[in-house]
């Protein structure tokens, strides 16, 4: 599925190693015009600096909070449009734990130097085989979706099959839901899945949430 927008996946070394089921993968199989890098810091990935030096990008970080430009608030999509100009949008999307993105982003000022982007969820996230924290929180690929999404209804894209990512991501999950369900496999529930809305996100994790934005570094001359 093409895109103008370039996506940079930033994974978790434990995330890209060890995670049988990780959606920041399958995102980046869907889109051609993404990657994947590896790390916990990347002021010294030669890739991710060149992205970032580039003048003729417009590097950016998908990270909710105070400071980020909410796309899907039309008057701040058209003052984000015009910042972006005729330069090439390029999308850097931390792929861990919510814990260990935050850990990630302390490992590079030039990331925390970007500037941030966000959406407005149209829909909590679908993830049945895993909980997520809080309410508001999705998978790297529904949060790839909903991007999209809104970088369409703004302009800033196209995006051509809608249907794409949430198809991977749903028959992901019916496979891990069938071999769950198989009593001949280790790894059987006697109980099934609940659905995402009946759960009730832990306590503990709501006190965290609050913390996880780190404060922003200075900003860098020419830092656009």
């Known amino acids: 599925m093409p895109t103008r927008t370039r996506f940079v996946f930033l994974m978790h070394p434990k995330e890209f190693k060890e995670e049988k089921a990780g959606t920041g993968r ?12 590896m790390g916990k810091g990347f002021d010294e990935d030669e890739t991710v600096q060149a992205l970032i030096n580039d003048p003729r990008n417009f590097p950016v970080l998908l990270y909710p909070g105070k ?22 949008l390029v999308v850097f999307l931390l792929d861990a734990t ?25 829909a909590p996230s679908r993830y049945i085989i895993k909980q997520q ?16 999404t809104v970088l369409e209804r703004t302009g800033l894209d196209d995006y051509p099959l809608p249907e794409q990512l949430l198809g991977v991501f749903q028959r992901m999950q019916d ?7 198989d009593p001949a496999r280790g790894g059987y529930r006697r109980h099934p899945y609940s659905a995402p809305a009946e759960r009730v996100p832990a306590q503990s994790w709501a006190r ?14 020419g830092a656009p």
Request: hydrophobic content about 35%; aromatic content about 6%.
């Open 208 to 221: 965290r949430l609050k913390y996880l934005t780190p404060p922003l570094a200075p900003k860098s001359e």
């Open 67 to 88: 400071d980020a430009v909410n796309l899907s608030e039309s008057g701040q999509a058209a003052a984000f449009s015009g910042r972006l100009g005729e330069r090439r």
């Open 26 to 37: 399958l995102t980046h199989l869907c889109l051609p015009n993404s990657e994947i890098r």
């Open 133 to 148: 924290p809080a309410e508001g929180c999705l998978s790297t690929l529904e949060a790839t979706h909903e991007l999209l």
């Open 98 to 122: 919510w814990g260990g993105a935050r850990k990630m982003l302390n490992l590079s000022p030039s990331l925390q130097r970007r500037p941030r982007i966000m959406f407005t969820p149209s």
């Open 175 to 181: 496979f891990q839901i069938s071999c769950a369900a």
